[in-house]
Nanobody, 113 residues
Framework: EVQIVESGGGLVQPGDSLRLSCRVS????????MNWVRQAPGKGPEWVSY???????YYTDSVKGRFTISRDNAQNTVSLQMNNVKPEDAAVYYC???????WGQGTQVTVSS
């Protein structure tokens, strides 16, 4: 059974930094591009970032220049470095393999001054 465990969320102030991590097991991790998707209260899921199997990265416009996605195929992990966090970044963040078939529990990011 594929397991996805996100971590690193928490309460931060605007302008702070946060690093989210995700560990994937029971999946041929190196063969999957990986997404970060977020969902704010009362809203639908929003795609945030994607990293290909080869490390090419993509970002939604609202996080470009602030967020950095990376992956470690040896550790089966993907990370999201969030800098200059804004109130609109508050959401539950999910690490999702390319096919969107498998989802973890997510990690909550709260932004409040």
């Amino acid at each position: 059974e594929v397991q996805i465990v996100e971590s690193g969320g928490g309460l931060v102030q605007p302008g702070d930094s946060l690093r989210l991590s995700c560990r994937v097991s029971e999946l041929n991790f190196g063969s999957y591009g990986m997404n970060w998707v977020r969902q704010a209260p009362g809203k639908g899921p929003e795609w945030v970032s994607y990293v290909t199997t080869g490390g090419i990265t993509y970002y939604t416009d609202s996080v470009k220049g602030r967020f950095t996605i990376s992956r470690d195929n040896a550790q089966n992990t993907v990370s999201l470095q969030m800098n200059n966090v804004k109130p609109e970044d508050a959401a539950v963040y999910y690490c999702v393999p390319r096919t969107y078939r498998y989802w973890g529990q997510g990690t909550q990011v709260t932004v409040s001054s």
